[in-house]
């Protein structure tokens, strides 16, 4: 039973556009969320969090939406670069607690020159 | 060191046989954690270590794997008379503590094949 959901496993985008990226939840005690990039062969890196007290959060080109009521979050890349063509991993949790972020599948972006 | 190291990076190995693959977080980092990524899925948690102890085990998947920690640094993880459905990516993270409010620094995994 996935608790955090990435229903489209591949997106293409021109480069220059915005690339949105979409992710839901069915845990209502999550109340953290992060996002994580992903190159091959390497291992993820943190993108952006946020904490369900916001319904945005913004950091350069990259922002995160989330809209609890829906149990759904999404990051929004403006303007897309072909280097942004990574895997993003969409991830959650409860705040505060000792254990371990869950993760989505992932959505493999390709930014196309 | 400067970030998560893990090795091998890539591992062969024959059905049955066992392994153990290597974490070595970065320094001063308190909680470490084990996930896998197998084909076309995402991060399933594996286990995660405050210091030395491993409050949460629950995603092992058999009792053919186990984890220990030693000195509050390095991990190891081992999985026993493996099987080919074992084949995925290993990652090890580490956070400077437990809580997701402190980001996790990913190693690059360790590629296992069971043949």
């Known amino acids: 039973d996935q608790q955090v959901k990435q229903n489209s496993p591949s997106l293409s985008v021109q480069e220059g556009r915005i690339s949105i990226l979409n992710c839901d939840y069915t845990?209502?005690?999550?109340?953290?969320f992060l996002w994580y990039k992903k190159y091959p062969a390497e291992g993820p890196t943190f993108l952006i969090s946020?904490?369900?007290?916001?319904d945005k959060n913004e950091d350069g080109r990259f922002t995160v939406f989330l809209n609890k009521s829906a149990k759904h979050l999404s990051l929004h890349i403006v303007p897309s670069q072909p280097g942004d063509s990574a895997v993003y991993f969409c991830?959650?949790?409860?705040?505060?607690?000792?254990?371990?972020?869950?993760f989505g599948k992932g959505t493999k972006l390709s930014v196309k020159p | 060191g400067a970030g998560v190291s893990q090795s091998p990076s890539n591992k062969v190995t024959e059905k049955g046989k066992d392994v153990e693959l290597r974490c070595d977080p970065i320094?001063?980092?308190?909680?470490l954690y084990w996930y896998r990524q197998s084909l076309g899925q995402g991060l399933e948690f594996l286990i995660y270590?405050?210091?030395?102890?491993?409050?949460?085990k629950s995603g092992l998947p058999s009792d053919r794997f186990s984890a220990e920690r030693t000195g509050g640094s390095v991990s190891t993880l081992t999985i026993q008379r493996t099987q080919q459905e074992d084949s995925a990516v290993y990652l090890c993270?580490?956070?400077?503590?437990?809580?997701?409010?402190?980001?996790?620094?990913f190693g690059s995994g360790t590629r296992l094949t069971v043949v």
């Open positions: 993270a580490s956070s400077l503590r437990t809580g997701s409010n402190y980001g996790y620094t």
């Open positions: 845990n209502s005690m999550f109340d953290y």
């Open positions: 946020i904490s369900s007290i916001k």
């Open positions: 991830a959650a949790s409860k705040s505060g607690s000792q254990g371990n972020l869950i």
């Open positions: 320094s001063g980092h308190t909680a």
């Open positions: 270590f405050q210091g030395n102890s491993a409050p949460d």
